[in-house]
Structures are given as C-alpha cells and as structure tokens.
C-alpha cells in the first residue's frame, strides 16, 4: 500500500470528493485508510452512569485507498507514488516532480 499514516491525503471520488486531511490510521490488509475530517459516521453514546447523559459523537470510518491521492510535499500537488530503490533502501516518490516524499 503506497499511503502511510501521516501522510497528507486528497480525496478524489465519493460524497468527500476534493477534502484534505492527515492520515490517522493505515489498515493495509483492508486496503483502507482513517483520514481525519473524512467520512465522519455518527455514534450514539449510551450514559456510563446513572444520571450522565448520553452523547452524540462523530467519529472518521475508513475509506478505500484507490479513492485517495497523496499530496506531495514538495510540489503541493496530489500525485501517484512511486518506488526507487537505491541500493538497500527502498524510497517513495512523487510522479510529477519526482522528489522523494
């Protein structure tokens, strides 16, 4: 998967198409990402106690990682990821300018 956690992401389909967020969690094995701000679902709290209150609370669900693009640090712009390996090290970049992420 060539999204990591802290990455700055660009959502480019579905009902958040063109927000931005910070990667909060990767879920490589369902091929999904937490990005915060994104995709936020509604919870109902129930009260804990006798007297507290209930709450509603909103909370990031994951989303498919074909529906997002990293955004580059270097040019800004919201590009494919690929690898260049050099020697040992395996190292992501950017299509565009081609500058390590």
């Given at each position: 998967?060539?999204?990591k956690?802290?990455?700055?992401?660009?959502?480019?389909?579905?009902?958040?198409?063109?927000?931005?967020?910070?990667?909060?969690?990767a879920?490589?094995?369902?091929?999904?990402?937490?990005i915060?701000?994104?995709?936020?679902?509604?919870?109902?709290?129930?009260?804990?106690?006798?007297?507290?209150?209930?709450?509603?609370?909103?909370?990031?669900?994951?989303?498919?990682?074909?529906?997002?693009?990293?955004?580059?640090?270097?040019?800004?712009?919201?590009?494919?990821?690929?690898?260049?390996?050099?020697?040992?090290?395996?190292?992501?970049?950017?299509?565009?300018?081609?500058?390590?992420?």
């Open positions: 998967m060539k999204v956690k802290g990455d700055n992401i660009l959502v480019i389909t579905g009902k958040d198409k063109g927000k931005t967020g910070k990667v909060l969690r879920l490589p094995k369902e091929r999904k990402v937490l915060e701000g994104v995709n936020m679902k509604v919870h109902n709290i129930r009260p804990k106690k006798q007297g507290e209150k209930g709450q509603i609370v909103k909370v990031p669900a994951p989303i498919f990682t074909s529906n997002v693009k990293v955004i580059c640090s270097k040019c800004g712009k919201a590009v494919r990821v690929g690898y260049k390996i050099e020697g040992d090290k395996k190292d992501r970049i950017c299509k565009k300018c081609g500058q390590s992420t």
